[in-house]
């Protein structure tokens, strides 16, 4: 065992290369981010959350044919069987967290998936399906999990409505206005993958044991529902209100905040060096939704933090950052916001399993042992 | 981003040190397996499974009063909700796998745990109690589901037996002999931890998010649905079925299997060189349990695939090999091993959760990118 004792301890696996990957491109240092070759900022005004979907698991943009086809094909998925439902309902009496609520309900998807079962879990078809339908189905589940738990009737999907439009019109019982539903299929976009982050991993680590699709998409979405990971943004909200609830200024409520020892959430990033490139054009929604309405103060204030943190901290804002404001002015419950992170990201989990069935590789790393040695066991009786 | 492109890659994380544990040592040269510096062996003879949870949540093996209160405690988690028992029911009436069961099961508990929420996610207290409950219930979950789609009813949990011999008494609505009730207690010891494993380790990726011990026992569990990890041992008995089923000498049938390219379960490990000291234990209760019945063919068939296949080919069995016949001759059905292998491997994971969150650091390595550079966005109508 001399070559593990040997070994360099890599506890969070900083720097150590896992895969190669044609999925996306992370340029800390110039601040771009790129899906499968294509500029994120492109892809953010230019592309809907269905084409960038097919982009991530097919490899190219699609045609105009194959678009409508795709688009189709997933939401004809929408709808959740009843059990389903069911459980959902059950889950909103018991009080559940969004986030556990979501993970449940991928876990269970598979009992009412045609795809699901013993046949073989890489096979590239059978996946896509199965994708389709788990990227079709979780934003009804969510939908429907926040309506009835404010007491309102789930609201059917409409198969006319675009994938993030529907959502919108699911939660809320009305077609959003143009600008909410650009402004929400871009953040659709802008949140769909992002190299090996930790739910993203931990996708792959469950799919290396050849587990199924939806075993993988699970263990993502319970690793996205912590604090240090997809739970973010929900904190720099929650920031927001305090300072717009303080009197103070908010320079000085964060100047403040910092004295007394507290964490500034949507903060630094393990891989940007520089102002994250989804950061920025997030930034511009949450300033336009201002505008729209009339009260800018949302965005003021997260301009203020952000303005102080770079000069003070030398720290630039990340994608929870600005998500947060924009949510809160689309009138979106702040505890589910990072539900609605796992509604983009599942395209990229999904994404990132399916390429590495290609060609898989069981993912398991090692420990080096540091309890105690040799003990002698004693009986109960005698101890 | 020279750092990363000059990297080494390192796909299944092969001798990668990723933590220090505590927890348990494997000799892969020596073919020894200690847990927190006690002998597996000394420990599946001689200590139950719930003084080997007790050992590995807590360091120490408990006193008589301690264990008597550590099984009480436990003892008095078995129920389940009705709501949980509920999905159970319809999880079987939709044919679900066991363990997608168990996975949505586990992911389902978080809804009805006292401690769940947004308290302090690493606080150890909470996480024993958690930890205590997942384990105590999810025997009675696979139990009650197995009886349902059996078209049996569910037999509630008797306080006064053990943790193994009380999940055989749901499983099969009798006490199991004392035979019965050593070995599969002795199975569970020998199954509750294993280093990184791939379960344990997704795990621990989940949990590095400071997402809940219900997201990452949950990630385990899926994981451990793999083909390539808990799955094997199902792949086991199904070849001994073939064996029996054909006229064939059993040595004869590893041949032309082997001839005919397919390969045999249950042999070879990526951290063992020699045989895996848990199927060494595993063999004498599977020898034990044909002696008992008077009925040794599904011992013999094993050992004559054993010797054929160290001559031959120089492979040890892994501890699949002979869970497979000694769960077969317990009666329990196939499609069950890989479940059973989580009611044991949970206290496991649980302990590592717990030895993580004392010094936590979030899991994230890189990935290479190797698609396509600088592609010029094209909107779909002119595609």
């Known amino acids: 065992m001399s070559e593990e004792?040997?070994?360099?301890?890599?506890r969070g696996l900083e720097g150590v290369l896992v895969a190669e990957s044609s999925l996306s491109e992370i340029d800390g240092d110039e601040g771009r981010l790129v899906y499968r070759g294509y500029n994120i900022d492109d892809l953010a005004r230019n592309a809907s959350y269905e084409e960038v979907l097919y982009l991530?698991?097919?490899?190219?943009?699609?045609?105009?044919?194959?678009?409508?086809?795709?688009?189709?094909?997933?939401?004809?998925?929408?709808e959740l069987d009843p059990e389903v439902l069911n459980a959902i309902e059950c889950l909103a009496r018991a009080d559940e967290s969004p986030m556990a609520m979501i993970r449940t309900?991928?876990?269970?998807?598979?009992?009412?998936?045609?795809?699901?079962?013993?046949?073989?879990?890489?096979?590239?078809?059978?996946?896509v399906r199965k994708g389709r339908r788990i990227t079709a189905k979780l934003p009804t589940a969510l939908a429907a999990f926040d309506r009835l738990?404010?007491?309102e009737e789930p609201v059917a999907p409409n198969p006319d409505?675009?994938?993030?439009?529907?959502?919108?019109?699911?939660?809320?019982?009305?077609?959003?206005?143009?600008?909410?539903?650009?402004?929400?299929?871009?953040?659709?976009?802008?949140?769909?993958?992002?190299?090996?982050?930790?739910?993203?991993?931990?996708?792959?680590?469950?799919?290396?044991?050849?587990?199924?699709?939806?075993?993988?998409?699970?263990?993502?979405?319970?690793?996205?529902?912590?604090?240090?990971?997809?739970?973010?943004?929900?904190?720099?909200?929650?920031?927001?209100l305090e300072v717009d609830e303080s009197t103070k200024d908010p320079l000085r409520w964060v100047q403040d905040a910092l004295a007394e020892g507290r964490r500034v959430a949507g903060f630094g990033h393990r891989v940007y060096n520089v102002k994250d490139p989804r950061a920025r054009i997030l930034s511009e929604r949450s300033q336009a939704l201002g505008e729209a309405s009339?009260?800018?103060?949302?965005?003021?204030?997260?301009?203020?933090?952000?303005?102080?943190?770079?000069?003070?901290?030398?720290?630039?804002?990340?994608?929870?950052?600005?998500?947060?404001?924009?949510?809160?002015?689309?009138?979106?419950?702040?505890?589910?916001?990072?539900?609605?992170f796992v509604i983009s990201r599942v395209g990229g989990w999904i994404a990132h399993v399916m390429e590495q069935w290609k060609d898989n590789r069981l993912i398991r790393p090692r420990a080096r042992y540091v309890g105690p040695e040799h003990r002698e066991f004693v009986p109960v009786g005698e101890r």
């Not at 004792?5 to 890599?10: D, H, M, Q, V």
């Not at 698991?57 to 194959?66: D, K, S």
């Not at 309900?105 to 996946?127: E, H």
């Open 149 to 151: 738990r404010r007491g």
């Open 105 to 127: 309900v991928t876990s269970m998807l598979s009992a009412y998936d045609p795809d699901a079962g013993d046949g073989d879990v890489q096979s590239i078809p059978a996946n």
């Open 56 to 78: 991530l698991w097919h490899g190219e943009l699609p045609t105009r044919a194959l678009l409508d086809a795709f688009r189709g094909g997933m939401a004809a998925e929408r």
């Open 5 to 10: 004792t040997s070994a360099e301890l890599k």
């Open 161 to 240: 409505l675009a994938h993030a439009a529907n959502f919108l019109y699911m939660l809320n019982g009305e077609e959003p206005d143009d600008v909410a539903a650009k402004t929400f299929d871009m953040a659709l976009v802008l949140h769909a993958d992002h190299g090996l982050n930790a739910s993203t991993f931990a996708a792959m680590v469950t799919a290396s044991t050849l587990a199924d699709l939806h075993s993988a998409v699970t263990s993502a979405v319970g690793t996205l529902s912590g604090a240090l990971h997809g739970g973010a943004n929900q904190n720099v909200m929650r920031m927001l």
């Open 294 to 340: 009339g009260d800018e103060k949302w965005f003021r204030y997260s301009e203020a933090v952000e303005e102080f943190m770079l000069e003070e901290k030398r720290i630039a804002p990340n994608v929870d950052f600005y998500s947060a404001s924009m949510y809160y002015q689309m009138g979106i419950p702040i505890d589910i916001y990072t539900p609605i």
